[in-house]
């Protein structure tokens, strides 16, 4: 699974040779081949390294603030998001639909990394949530949808379905 | 910028180490928040992951994360924090960048406040983590956070903490019986550890009859009646008996007053027949088959109580007197059933007796209940050209009068039972589902008689030529089998709110003990004991496929005795693959893995590597131990007995670990320190046994008692241990003596395994008498005597040739090839008599 979202996330970054990959260890962790040194270990790594391979830095945070916050939700992918249980994912979903309360992206204004990965590791999350519940998470709606429509970011993943309209009222939540 | 951090907390550590080194101004206030450390930026966004936090300190005050750093950073959240308990942990080559280590540090200083260091591969950490632990900052962030109490400052962060997940990530069936426990349970826990066992208790022998008693839990266990006919499979034999029988053998070591009945029900069609096939009575019949069941269940280490039959005069007594009292209360209706009756034999013939042609689809050889071809159900009366199996004649349909248990009648009394049953009693979930889909079905009248000889007769005078149908007085056996255990039976059965009753069973017998049963009982209206708790498990399959007598599939009866492998081992087996929430299967591969595994590898090994014995400290290891002790404690009382099993091999393993890791065998040898600490961790272990074996003691008695003859463990161990709520105490102290060690296990071999699995796969005939054993030689190691015979003269033979050529002085190479012959045939032989091939040294040329 890993990998594929790193060869999508290579095809978005137009890099035009693709990487080899292998994985490790009972889960999978994804390796990088790299021709001028060691090998590098861990999906949040090897994404950050692709980025500044295709020269978009910018898409790892442009100050030291950013660049901490999108550290921070590339860990949350790798650690919450990718073991959480059934209980836990009600409570994933809440506190990201406070936290996109008043941001487009979640690294403030600006589209990246973290973005991406987040989309990937949730898609599967948000594939099994009916109706209601993606209006009562709305923010975190909003987000995904956006995301996903984003130019070249969705590439192994089918798109999910997002009314426009409302069909619970405020009353149902 | 503010930034939150909390007591005890270890990411903290982290946080507060880097923002000393990097001299980056921030207020530090104590606050207790839900996710801490956290960090307010000054632009008003949080940061709440302590990695993240580190990661901005650094890059503010001018130190960047290089790749390898990002790396080390992702591995440590998310795979070092888990590892938060573990103390064996790999690590790859020292390093010098700051960040990382101190990530490192924080988590790995607060596990070793005691004096182990890495030796081995792993030494190198040791200079890596002096150099670190010696930088200022690190020092005095520990000293913040922890407040000078080591392990103890960081223990009521932790217990606060969610149970580690397992890496399969989403689990289905989360395990609710994982809690964190409280400063006074741990307390409470290490004041019991130093008692010892000179306060407790002594257990005492069982005494018979065992009767319920005032003031104490008394437990009424029954398994389903094997039916004798039948010599028993492994699935029968983990469906019933031996699920009781180590929730017994538990319910005994707590303390609990029980009783476990059990034995052969005996009446019904199939020992007619088999009689008749036999040449036998049936009472014959039972007798024989019944000491059979008897013999493979004694094998089995199955400790009932009372092993009986239902076929005794207490059976009658108690039947009968049931029957009346639903015929007084009005609970039966007569009514007439028409059914096909061989005039030839004089009998009515039950619907598999009859073949005819299926009145839908012509097939000729349609059985009187349903169609092979079609499949669709009929009745024996609607075949065309019927034919009693046994003698070819046709039948007669006849009107025959039987009586009919109104269960309609009974239903709003047997709903009301249910529903405070199913509520206050543990029942599981399959036989809830089962008893819920009989009810939405409707209940309809059931037929109580059947027109047989071989059955308890029913006392009324229109019904003079009728028995009970066996499903009606089967589970009366239950009562009738504790009658002649006691005189006093009543005092469990007539007893529901002193008695607990537990009745397990595989899930085919669920409606009989859930709706039938107890509304013979209700309706009888004698204040009967019904089931507060139904067991019932799914089924066992055997390999890939079901196991079948007929066709020689599977292990059956005493087979298993015959195989060499120990009875405990065969329990320990089928406990392990208990079908409990869904079918499994038995596997001979798999058997042989666990036992070479968990038996052999963990458990064994465990308990071989101990050596001597000093008294103890506590140390927190022993609060994992306690933690899986509850765990189990509580899992087996919900008789979720697999997992219960799997809780004891994992204290098995956490054994290993503290011994793999301490080395008191290498300590030993050291200085003062080291010597006590190996003392101690021996000491620690040597307790852990005594514990594993009482554990052990509901799934592998013998091994249990192994266990403890090798530690030369007081018998009081036994009871102290499970007694009330449970306890772990200190029961060999210092100076004790252990016995001799020697090994619990067998392994078992890849080829041995094979051979069994290919003897039970369905290529032996079926039931071939004695006689036929005396021809068939080949065993296991392919030792044939026959052959044997046939190549000791071909050698013979041949060395006479190979000695002839050499007098002629033949040809090199004619000798050569003949000598290669014979030597291949003196191979073949050794084979055949059970020999080593080897051949013997070569004997020189000699010269003439």
């Known amino acids: 699974m890993a990998l594929r979202e790193l060869s999508s996330l290579e095809k978005y970054l137009g890099l035009k040779k693709p990487n080899k990959y292998s994985t490790q260890g009972d889960k999978k962790v994804p390796v990088l081949q790299n021709n001028n040194g060691p090998p590098l270990l861990g999906l949040a790594t090897i994404a950050c390294h692709l980025a500044k391979e295709a020269k978009r830095p910018e898409l790892l945070g442009d100050t030291a603030e950013s660049r901490a916050v999108v550290q921070q939700w590339l860990e949350y992918r790798v650690t919450k998001l990718d073991s959480c249980t059934k209980e836990d994912i009600k ?11 008043d941001k487009v992206y979640l690294a403030g204004n600006r589209f990246t990394v973290a973005d991406t990965l987040m989309y990937y590791g949730i898609h599967p999350l948000i594939v099994d949530l009916a109706i209601q519940e993606k209006e009562q998470y709305v923010n975190v709606t909003r987000w995904f949808d956006h995301i996903q429509h984003y130019p070249g970011v969705r590439h192994h993943l089918p798109p999910v379905v997002v009314l426009k309209n409302r069909i619970y009222t405020s009353r149902h939540h | 910028m503010e930034l939150f951090v909390s007591e005890g907390n270890p990411h903290c550590l982290k946080v507060l180490a880097a923002l000393e080194v990097t001299g980056v101004q921030c207020m530090v206030p104590f606050l207790s928040r839900p996710t801490l450390p956290a960090l307010l930026l000054p632009t008003g966004l949080h940061l709440f992951s302590s990695n993240a936090i580190c990661r901005y300190l650094f890059e503010v005050s001018g130190q960047e994360c290089s790749e390898f750093c990002n790396q080390w950073l992702e591995w440590e959240a998310t795979d070092l924090q888990l590892c938060l308990n573990c103390l064996y942990i790999g690590l790859y080559d020292p390093f010098c960048d700051l960040l990382p280590s101190f990530l490192i540090f924080s988590l790995l200083s607060l596990l ?5 260091s890495f030796t081995g591969e792993h030494k190198s950490v040791n200079g890596w983590f002096d150099r670190v632990a010696s930088i200022h900052s690190c020092l005095s962030a520990a000293q913040k956070v922890l407040q ?54 002594l257990a005492t022998d069982r005494q018979h009859p065992i009767l319920p008693q005032e003031g104490k839990r008394n437990i009424l266990v029954t398994s389903a009646l094997p039916y004798v006919n039948n010599v028993p499979h492994l699935g029968n034999i983990i469906g019933c008996v031996l699920s009781a029988d180590v929730f017994s053998r538990y319910g005994r070591l707590r303390g609990w007053n029980l009783l476990f009945v059990c034995g052969t029900d005996e009446y019904g069609t199939a020992t007619e027949n088999k009689a008749r096939e036999e040449g036998l009575t049936p009472q014959l019949i039972c007798d024989k088959y019944h000491a059979v069941h008897s013999s493979i269940y004694k094998w089995f280490q199955i400790d009932f109580d009372f092993f009986g039959r239902t076929t005794t005069e207490k059976q009658t007594e108690i039947a009968q007197d049931i029957f009346w009292r639903l015929h007084k209360n009005g609970f039966l209706v007569e009514d007439t059933v028409e059914q096909l009756r061989c005039e030839q034999c004089q009998r009515f013939l039950a619907d598999r007796f009859v073949e005819g042609i299926c009145p839908h689809c012509k097939y000729p050889e349609a059985r009187g209940d349903q169609c092979d071809k079609c499949g669709r159900l009929i009745n024996a009366v609607e075949l065309r050209e019927p034919q009693c199996k046994v003698c070819r004649q046709t039948p007669v349909i006849r009107s025959s009068k039987h009586l009919f248990l109104d269960l309609p009648k009974l239903e709003t009394q047997l709903e009301q039972w249910l529903e405070k049953s199913t509520s206050t009693g543990d029942w599981t979930t399959n036989a809830k589902q089962i008893t819920r889909s009989w009810l939405r079905d409707g209940l309809k009248p059931r037929c109580i008689t059947r027109d047989l000889l071989w059955g308890t007769p029913v006392p009324h005078p229109d019904f003079k030529e009728k028995v009970f149908y066996v499903w009606f007085d089967a589970p009366i056996g239950y009562l009738s089998i504790t009658a002649n255990y006691t005189d006093e039976w009543e005092k469990w059965w007539k007893n529901p709110h002193q008695v607990e009753l537990y009745n397990f069973m595989a899930k085919d017998n669920v409606p009989f003990h859930s709706v039938v049963f107890p509304c013979s009982l209700l309706g009888a209206q004698d204040n009967y004991t019904l089931v507060s708790h139904l067991v019932a498990t799914e089924y066992l399959n055997y390999e890939d496929t079901k196991f079948s007598k007929s066709r020689g599939v599977g292990v059956f009866g005493d087979m298993a005795k015959d195989t060499g492998i120990p009875a405990d081992v065969w329990r320990f087996y089928l406990l392990y693959v208990r079908p409990e929430g869904q079918d499994s299967a038995f596997s001979w591969a798999d058997m042989a893995l666990k036992n070479n595994s968990e038996l052999l590898n963990n458990l064994g090994n465990f308990i071989n590597r101990l050596v001597m014995v000093i008294c103890v400290i506590m140390n927190s290891y022993l609060l994992h131990l306690i933690c899986e002790c509850y765990s189990l404690f509580s899992l087996s009382e919900k008789k979720l007995i697999r997992d219960a099993l799997k809780h004891i091999l994992n204290i098995s393993r956490h054994g290993n670990q503290y011994i793999q890791v301490n080395e008191p065998w290498k300590n030993i040898k050291g200085g003062d320190t080291e010597r006590q600490r190996a003392g101690t961790v021996t000491g620690v272990s040597v307790n852990i046994a005594c514990l594993l074996s009482v554990m052990l003691m509901p799934y592998m008695p013998e091994v249990s008692q192994t266990i403890r003859n090798q530690l030369n463990a007081p018998q009081s161990c036994v009871s102290t241990m499970l007694q009330d709520n449970g306890t772990f105490v200190c029961s060999l102290c210092a100076g004790h003596r252990i016995g001799t060690v020697s090994p619990l296990f067998q392994k078992l071999e890849a080829d041995q395994i094979e051979a069994l699995k290919k003897r039970f796969g369905g290529q032996q005939p079926a039931a071939v008498p004695a006689p ?40 090199k190479t004619v000798i050569t090839a003949e ?19 080897e051949p013997a040294p070569q004997k020189g040329k000699k010269k003439k």
């Open chain 1, 91 to 101: 409570f994933i979903l809440k506190d990201l639909n406070l936290y996109l309360q």
């Open chain 2, 148 to 201: 000078g109490k080591g392990l103890q400052g960081m223990k009521s962060y932790m217990q606060r903490q969610p149970a580690p997940q397992s890496s399969q990530g989403r689990n289905t069936q989360p395990c609710n019986c994982e809690r964190a426990f409280s400063e006074e349970e741990l307390e409470a826990a290490i004041l019991n550890w130093s008692k010892g066992l000179s306060t407790s208790p």
């Open chain 2, 772 to 811: 036929a054993a005396a021809v068939e030689v080949v065993t296991v190691n392919g030792v044939d005597p026959e052959k044997a015979k046939q190549l000791t003269q071909a050698v013979a033979e041949q060395g006479d040739k190979v000695r002839a050529l050499k007098a002629q002085n033949a040809e």
């Open chain 2, 112 to 116: 070793f406040h005691f004096p182990v």
């Open chain 2, 819 to 837: 000598v290669a012959k014979l030597l291949d045939l003196k191979k073949q032989l050794a084979l055949a008599e059970g020999k080593s091939p």
